[in-house]
């Protein structure tokens, strides 16, 4: 890689790290973190913190900007469901159909 691709990617992260979070991402990064695999849909985890859809998207949206979670098919870990899922970034991506 360039050095300006390098240097433009380490402001990327840096900034990132500087972001607050809003409290339902918080709340989503902190349940994603907490369950087996760190996988789970939409809706299970709008369940799990009593809010609406909505916002557990716009959510998801905060925290793939921040460079926390990215979104994939897979199974979800709560209600077992082949669908798109949020997972954290802690590891590698699972390979499709895994």
């Known amino acids: 890689m360039s050095s300006a691709v390098t240097e433009a ?4 992260r840096e900034y990132a790290a500087r972001m607050a979070l809003s409290d339902a991402a918080a709340g989503t990064l902190s349940f994603l973190r907490t369950i087996p695999d760190s996988v789970a849909c ?12 909505y916002d557990v998207l716009k959510s998801i949206r ?7 979670v990215l979104c994939t098919y897979a ?8 669908r798109l899922v949020v997972q954290t970034r802690a590891g590698r991506p699972r390979p499709f159909g895994k």
Not at 62 to 68: D, F, H, T, W
């Open 62 to 68: 905060e925290l793939i900007v921040a460079g926390q």
């Open 42 to 53: 939409e809706e299970c985890v709008a369940a799990y913190l009593a809010i609406d859809r």
């Open 9 to 12: 990617t380490a402001r990327t």
């Open 75 to 82: 199974d979800c870990t709560i209600c077992r469901e082949r």
